[in-house]
């Protein structure tokens, strides 16, 4: 059986149009290079076609990338050594541009986070650091997304995670906070002791004038005590007491 060569031919190109459908998802991009040279535009989503060996494809994709920073040593502006590690969020925007201006634009936006995070948090004291880290998330942020816009890369959030302090620094900043609390302890107690002092005061300045006050307090005291215990309690009679009986005791008796 003779096979024409037209036949094997067309079977030939419809295989090699097969092979050169390509499908890119939703999130992805495909940079094409044509005889080495960059198309001016990305391709996809969806279905493209790349005419192998002409054409060379680079998927990159457009979701945000998580990337941890590891850990590193930090001397802040008052001499603290410590180590801090962060998060950073980014996403290609450019796929063009992050594949042809850096060679792996994962590792090198790792790198420029790491020295950035060194060189701005050496600029600040310890105390900035552990009390202005959203300022300092949004320094890092900026300088960051500066320096990646070459490269067609958006960083859009950074995030300090840990500060690891030294164990000496750890205990020194445990006595300062407890010196804190017993300061702030001290200071209600005597603002307390204020306050009661006062209204002593307040109470005694009603007694002077009303010498009769302090014999209805000492009753009312009795009445108190003795719903209370059940034991027979003696107590010293006063004479003001006994004179405004007197006085109750003559006004209620008949005139003859």
Not at 177 to 196: L, P, W
């Amino acid at each position: 059986m003779n096979v024409s060569p037209f036949a094997i031919f067309g079977l030939i190109l419809v295989l090699y149009l097969i092979s050169s459908i390509k499908i890119l998802n939703e999130y992805e991009r495909g940079v094409i290079f044509r005889l080495g040279k960059l198309l001016p535009h990305s391709k996809g989503p969806g279905v493209i076609l790349v005419f192998a060996p002409i054409d060379r494809i680079v998927r990159v994709s457009l979701r945000t990338i998580v990337m941890d920073v590891p850990p590193q040593d930090v001397i802040t502006r008052d001499n603290v050594s410590l180590k801090v590690n962060a998060v950073v969020y980014f996403r290609v925007m450019e796929p063009g541009r992050a594949i042809v201006e850096v060679e792996n634009f994962h590792y090198a936006t790792s790198q420029l986070a790491q020295t950035t995070l060194r060189s701005v948090l050496g600029q600040v004291e310890l105390d900035g650091l552990l009390s202005e880290r959203e300022r300092l998330n949004q320094d890092l942020q900026g300088i960051l997304d500066q320096n990646t816009d070459a490269w067609g890369i958006k960083v859009s959030s950074v995030e300090i995670k840990h500060v690891d302090l030294p164990p000496d620094m750890q205990r020194a900043m445990a006595r300062q906070a407890e010196a804190e609390r017993e300061k702030r302890a001290k200071i209600i107690h005597a603002e307390g002791e204020f306050t009661a002092s006062k209204q002593l005061s307040q109470a005694a300045a009603v007694l002077a004038v009303e010498p009769n006050a302090i014999t209805l307090r000492y009753l009312q005291t009795l009445t108190e005590i003795a719903s209370e215990k059940n034991s027979t309690i003696v107590f010293p009679l006063p004479v003001e007491l006994l004179n405004i009986v007197r006085k109750v005791s003559g006004a209620s008796e008949p005139s003859t």
